[in-house]
Each structure stands twice: as structure tokens, then as C-alpha cells.
């Protein structure tokens, strides 16, 4: 028996398809079939009943299911242990970042190759993979040591910290007659619609145009998107005319570069919103510790 066979059987008990399963573990159906019956021959146990459609865990499948996971958790972390003991010999950091960061990231690399040569810095785009609901789990689970997200993070075995502030500014189609400025009130928007993605995807920002809306006592006419201002479905939405986005922008994030869109600066009290940086707390890793001051050094404004 080995975790492979526990594996397929996890898969299998947990789909009660075989079609599911081999589809979940990227691997055809008559392979997965005969782990399931290796390992039913070694343990001398039928763990499954075929029945027209599907199939369904034996009494004994069902006992076997509990000590499976048991196992395969305990396997994870053996692993993520080794892992964890690799990186420190080799000295390895992974940063999850929240889009739009590559100048903040180049700029890392670049100080932090000065100060500890040789620390391989890899980066994973953490909306890629659901930001809101996977950076602390990232995080616990040691896929990633560090994360530089909008999304707040509040867990007792993590740490934050702000990094720095973002300019919220107005994403408007280029023949917008404020296009042109060199900032912008949202008064002179009174007429616009306010394209806004739905809250979960950047709760911070979402929080924080509403509020300023509140303060300056502005009711907006909203549409919430299926998309974002930062991929370019959104984009094209502002230089189709369908309304304004309000997005962010600082020295260490891209700009919102596309044909038919301008971007201008808010001229609001408190138009910004935090750039967070989240580690583990009590990290034992120095790499990681020394990327933690390389960031405050080279980013906290």
C-alpha cells in the first residue's frame, strides 16, 4: 500500500465516481481502477458496492475513508516538514502577491539580491487562486511564506503589517471630459455610473468607495461587474463608455494601461487604501524574517 493507493481511494470514496475521481487526480480511468483493486486485494477488504450508475463505500469503505484522511494528513505534513527543512538549506522564499505588484516585486528582488545573495525569491499570483479566501490558508498550510495582498487577514497565527498606501483614482473612458485633469472630485461624477465589481473580490476598496461616497454625501448610481478593473473585460467596459471604475495606484503598482481609458487621481480625505504584507507568526526561518525587513526597508512609505 502506498499514499498513491490511498489517494485514489479518497478520490473515488469522496466523488463515488470513478469517471470524478480520475478527472480530480489528472489520470485515465483504468489505472485509477486497478489501485482501487490492489488495494482492496492487500487489506482483504471490500471497500466499495458497484451498483447501475454509480458506486457507494461500504460500511468498512466508510471506516477506512476516516483512517485514510487520518493518514494522508499526517503524510502532508511530513512532507510540508521536509519541504520546510529544504528551503532553509537552500533559501527559498515564496511570496504570494496580489496583482498589479511587478514593480514592487522587481524592486524587492533588486534589494534584497544586494543584501543576501543567493536567496531564490519565487512569487505566485495569489488571484489566480481566490486571494480572499486562500492567503491565510496559503499561509497555514506553508504554500507560501509571505503575501502581499489588499485582502485583510485576521487569524492568530498570522502576523500584518502595512506595507503602503494606494491612490484610489478613476478609471474613465479616454473622451471623458475630465479625462484630461489632473485630479478629480466625485461630484463631477454625479452623472456617472459606477461600475463595481462584487465586494468579495477587494472588500478594503469596496468598503472604502462607499465611504467616500457617504462623506461626500453622494448617492451613486451603481452596477455591480462580473469582472474587475484590473483584467481587461473590465477595461474594455470603461472604454466602451458603460461607466467608471475606481481602482488604486501607487509608485509600486502597474498602471491601468489600455487604449481608451484614462486614469486620474481622486482628490478626496482618505482616498487610499492599505497595501498589507502577512507572514506567519513566530516564523522560524531566517530567509523568510530577512524578507520581511528587506520589504519594510524597500516599500514601507
Given at each position: 500500500?502506498?499514499?498513491?493507493?490511498?489517494?485514489a481511494?479518497m478520490?473515488v470514496a469522496?466523488?463515488?465516481?470513478?469517471?470524478?475521481?480520475a478527472?480530480r487526480?489528472h489520470?485515465s480511468q483504468?489505472?485509477?481502477?486497478?489501485?482501487?483493486?490492489?488495494?482492496?486485494?492487500?487489506?482483504?477488504?471490500?471497500?466499495?458496492?458497484?451498483?447501475?450508475?454509480?458506486i457507494?463505500?461500504?460500511?468498512?469503505?466508510?471506516?477506512?475513508?476516516?483512517?485514510a484522511?487520518?493518514?494522508?494528513a499526517?503524510?502532508?505534513?511530513?512532507?510540508?516538514?521536509?519541504q520546510?527543512?529544504?528551503?532553509?538549506?537552500?533559501g527559498?522564499?515564496r511570496?504570494?502577491?496580489?496583482?498589479?505588484l511587478?514593480?514592487?516585486?522587481?524592486?524587492?528582488?533588486?534589494?534584497?539580491?544586494?543584501?543576501?545573495p543567493?536567496?531564490e525569491?519565487?512569487?505566485?499570483d495569489?488571484?489566480?487562486?481566490?486571494?480572499?479566501?486562500n492567503?491565510?490558508?496559503?499561509?497555514?498550510r506553508q504554500?507560501i511564506d509571505v503575501?502581499?495582498?489588499?485582502?485583510?487577514?485576521?487569524a492568530?497565527?498570522l502576523?500584518?503589517?502595512?506595507?503602503?498606501?494606494?491612490?484610489?483614482?478613476?478609471?474613465?473612458?479616454?473622451?471623458?471630459?475630465?479625462?484630461?485633469?489632473?485630479?478629480?472630485?466625485?461630484?463631477?461624477f454625479a452623472?456617472?455610473?459606477?461600475l463595481?465589481?462584487?465586494?468579495?473580490?477587494?472588500?478594503?476598496?469596496?468598503?472604502r468607495?462607499?465611504?467616500?461616497y457617504a462623506a461626500?454625501?453622494?448617492?451613486?448610481?451603481m452596477?455591480?461587474?462580473?469582472?474587475t478593473?484590473?483584467v481587461?473585460s473590465?477595461?474594455l467596459?470603461v472604454?466602451a463608455?458603460?461607466?467608471?471604475?475606481?481602482?488604486v495606484?501607487?509608485?509600486?503598482?502597474?498602471?491601468?494601461?489600455?487604449?481608451?481609458?484614462?486614469?486620474v487621481?481622486?482628490?478626496?480625505?482618505?482616498?487610499t487604501?492599505?497595501?498589507?504584507m502577512?507572514?506567519?507568526?513566530d516564523?522560524p526561518?531566517?530567509v523568510?524574517?530577512?524578507?520581511?525587513?528587506?520589504?519594510?526597508d524597500?516599500?514601507?512609505?
Amino acid at each position: 500500500m502506498t499514499l498513491r493507493h490511498l489517494r485514489a481511494f479518497m478520490a473515488v470514496a469522496e466523488e463515488l465516481s470513478f469517471t470524478g475521481a480520475a478527472r480530480r487526480l489528472h489520470i485515465s480511468q483504468p489505472p485509477l481502477s486497478r489501485q482501487i483493486q490492489q488495494l482492496e486485494k492487500e487489506i482483504g477488504v471490500k471497500l466499495f458496492l458497484r451498483r447501475s450508475p454509480g458506486i457507494e463505500l461500504t460500511d468498512r469503505g466508510r471506516v477506512f475513508l476516516a483512517e485514510a484522511r487520518r493518514l494522508s494528513a499526517i503524510a502532508n505534513e511530513f512532507l510540508q516538514t521536509a519541504q520546510r527543512l529544504r528551503r532553509e538549506g537552500i533559501g527559498v522564499v515564496r511570496v504570494g502577491s496580489a496583482w498589479g505588484l511587478w514593480k514592487a516585486m522587481n524592486r524587492l528582488r533588486v534589494h534584497h539580491a544586494k543584501r543576501h545573495p543567493g536567496i531564490e525569491i519565487t512569487v505566485e499570483d495569489l488571484w489566480s487562486r481566490g486571494e480572499l479566501h486562500n492567503v491565510a490558508d496559503a499561509l497555514r498550510r506553508q504554500q507560501i511564506d509571505v503575501a502581499l495582498t489588499r485582502v485583510p487577514v485576521d487569524a492568530p497565527s498570522l502576523e500584518c503589517e502595512v506595507l503602503f498606501q494606494e491612490q484610489i483614482v478613476v478609471l474613465m473612458r479616454d473622451t471623458h471630459p475630465l479625462a484630461r485633469s489632473r485630479s478629480v472630485r466625485l461630484g463631477q461624477f454625479a452623472g456617472d455610473t459606477l461600475l463595481m465589481p462584487e465586494r468579495k473580490s477587494s472588500p478594503l476598496l469596496y468598503d472604502r468607495v462607499l465611504a467616500l461616497y457617504a462623506a461626500a454625501a453622494l448617492t451613486p448610481q451603481m452596477v455591480h461587474t462580473q469582472t474587475t478593473p484590473d483584467v481587461p473585460s473590465g477595461l474594455l467596459q470603461v472604454a466602451a463608455g458603460d461607466g467608471i471604475y475606481l481602482s488604486v495606484a501607487s509608485p509600486f503598482t502597474q498602471p491601468h494601461a489600455a487604449t481608451g481609458v484614462a486614469e486620474v487621481p481622486l482628490d478626496e480625505p482618505n482616498a487610499t487604501t492599505p497595501m498589507l504584507m502577512v507572514w506567519r507568526r513566530d516564523e522560524p526561518l531566517n530567509v523568510v524574517t530577512n524578507f520581511l525587513a528587506t520589504a519594510r526597508d524597500a516599500l514601507i512609505t
